[in-house]
């Protein structure tokens, strides 16, 4: 069981930067595949980018150059570093957890942070 909290979104201007943070606790946070998906109004969730326990990390084309994952496992914490964003980046930001046992992914989700790009 794991449990997301996220933090840092907010508004920003067209151009800025935003650092959005998930903290989780729980058992073997490092045994889990983070990851970082959005929604906007009307649209389904979607990835944004994902980091492997070993550190492999798997992003968007839309998002690639511009935003960076992270994660520390010491912390227990997953990183998401957005810089020059666009209006289109506007949505809700989710923190996600998820592992395979015996099988099946289970998915495990923060409570999402609002992420509002405009002038």
């Known amino acids: 069981q794991v449990q997301l909290v996220e933090s840092g979104g907010g508004l920003v201007q067209p151009g800025g930067s935003l650092r959005l943070s998930c903290a989780g606790s729980?058992?073997?946070?490092?045994?889990?595949?983070m990851g970082w998906y959005r929604q906007a109004p009307g649209n389904q969730r979607d990835l944004v980018a994902t980091?492997?326990?070993?550190?492999?990390?798997n992003s968007a084309d839309s998002v690639k150059g511009r935003f960076t994952i992270s994660r520390d496992n010491a912390k227990n914490t997953v990183d998401l570093q957005m810089n020059s964003l666009k209006p289109e980046d506007t949505a809700v930001y989710y923190c996600n957890a998820n592992i395979y046992i015996f099988g099946r992914r289970k998915d495990y989700w923060g409570q999402g942070t609002q992420v509002t790009v405009s002038s």
């Open positions: 729980g058992s073997a946070f490092s045994s889990y595949v």
């Open positions: 980091i492997t326990t070993g550190g492999i990390i």
